[in-house]
């Protein structure tokens, strides 16, 4: 009988830890809710405020800025570099991941190119897009650079 009792207590003592552990999660989840912005209303217009420019060239690689108005929409964004040896033809991509931040009114972007032929012209454009893979609209002139 004494047995008995003292495994109730234990089993009471179990559940209650594991609804205080439980209630625990559930109010840092909760927090942490709180602290996380929700997507930031999506910019009416995006616009290149500067660049894009080349920022370096070597080797087999480049690496492209440019910096345009905060775009809003999701936090989690990509700077894309649509290239090619044809202006006519920018049929290879290259794209960075970013993460907005709301509090800042511009935004700038890098985007590493990489593969690229000695001695070679290359033309680009540069665009920026959402997590989802919706274009902020903003296509910048066409640009070009010459590999060493």
């Excluded at 234990?10 to 830890?17: D, F």
């Excluded at 929700?38 to 616009?47: F, G, I, L, N, T």
């Excluded at 080797?59 to 990509?78: K, L």
């Excluded at 690229?116 to 920026?128: A, I």
Aim: aromatic share 6%.
């Amino acid at each position: 009988m004494r047995g008995l009792h003292t495994h109730r207590r234990l089993r009471l003592l179990a559940v209650t830890t594991t609804a205080g552990v439980v209630l625990t999660q559930v109010q840092i989840q909760a927090q942490i809710q709180t602290q996380i912005l929700p997507p930031a209303r999506r910019a009416a217009s995006v616009h290149i405020i500067q660049g894009p420019s080349l920022e370096s060239v070597r080797d087999n690689q480049a690496i492209i800025t440019w910096t345009s108005n905060n775009p809003g929409g999701t936090d989690e964004h990509f700077g894309v570099v649509h290239y090619g040896t044809d202006p006519k033809n920018l049929s290879e991509t290259a794209k960075s991941h970013i993460r907005l931040n709301q509090n800042h009114p511009d935004t700038v972007f890098r985007v590493r190119v990489d593969g690229l032929k000695p001695q070679t012209t290359y033309y680009y454009t540069v665009d920026s897009m959402q997590a989802t893979g919706q274009s902020d609209g903003v296509k910048s002139k066409l640009a070009h650079f010459a590999n060493p």
